[in-house]
């Protein structure tokens, strides 16, 4: 591929922060085929209001990205920043643009060596956009050209009128529990 993508990551900054710097140092500091970019734990006060923190989301952290790759770990699906930044990724802005989305799979995920992925244990807002063929899901690949190919695909769905995203779920409001959403 000729172009770096801008690519934000989406994760649960407990459990997957492993994962997030491997995809940094492999596809950005060895590979350079993304310019990476994600919220660090303190980037954001949480005590900020919700609006604001989702505002500051999509202006100052996912401004200019042209994909979000969502690392997905065993509870990342009950996490309402990893919510928040799919829903602002997905939104076609005039100061910002819709990005292409990628879920990915981690080995951390309960799933993940198995033929069946059950998908009420991924993020709510990506399993949605799945059904609509917005979004891809892959598992886990330490493999740059195939990395590359998928960030790539959805670089250039990302502003295709058909399928357009699915942004018709309620944000959440909260962190969830449980072992899977409903």
């Known amino acids: 591929m000729a172009t770096k993508h801008k690519t934000f990551i989406s994760y649960?900054?407990?459990n997957d922060e492993y994962y997030k710097n491997e995809f940094k140092k492999i596809f950005s500091d060895i590979h350079d085929i993304i310019v990476?970019?994600?919220?660090?734990?303190?980037?954001?006060?949480p005590s900020l209001k919700p609006d604001t923190i989702r505002r500051k989301i999509?202006?100052?952290?996912?401004?200019d990205s042209t994909v979000t790759v969502v690392l997905i770990g065993s509870h990342t699906w009950q996490r309402r920043h990893v919510d928040w930044e799919i829903y602002s990724s997905l939104r076609d802005t005039q100061a910002n643009p819709r990005s292409g989305l990628?879920?990915?799979l981690l080995p951390s995920h309960p799933h993940y060596n198995?033929?069946?992925i059950n998908l009420?244990?991924?993020p709510p807002r990506l399993y949605d956009n799945l059904e609509s063929r917005f979004a891809k899901l892959h598992r886990w690949s330490v493999n740059p050209s195939e990395v590359e190919n998928w960030i790539h695909e959805a670089?250039?769905?990302?502003?295709?009128?058909?399928?357009l995203p699915n942004l018709q779920r309620e944000l959440f409001k909260y962190n969830r529990t449980g072992s899977q959403w409903q």
């Open 12 to 14: 649960h900054h407990a």
């Open 36 to 45: 990476p970019w994600d919220v660090e734990i303190g980037d954001i006060d």
């Open 120 to 122: 009420q244990t991924i």
């Open 102 to 104: 990628v879920g990915i």
């Open 58 to 63: 999509r202006d100052e952290y996912l401004r």
């Open 114 to 116: 198995s033929n069946a």
């Open 155 to 163: 670089f250039e769905n990302r502003n295709k009128s058909n399928p």
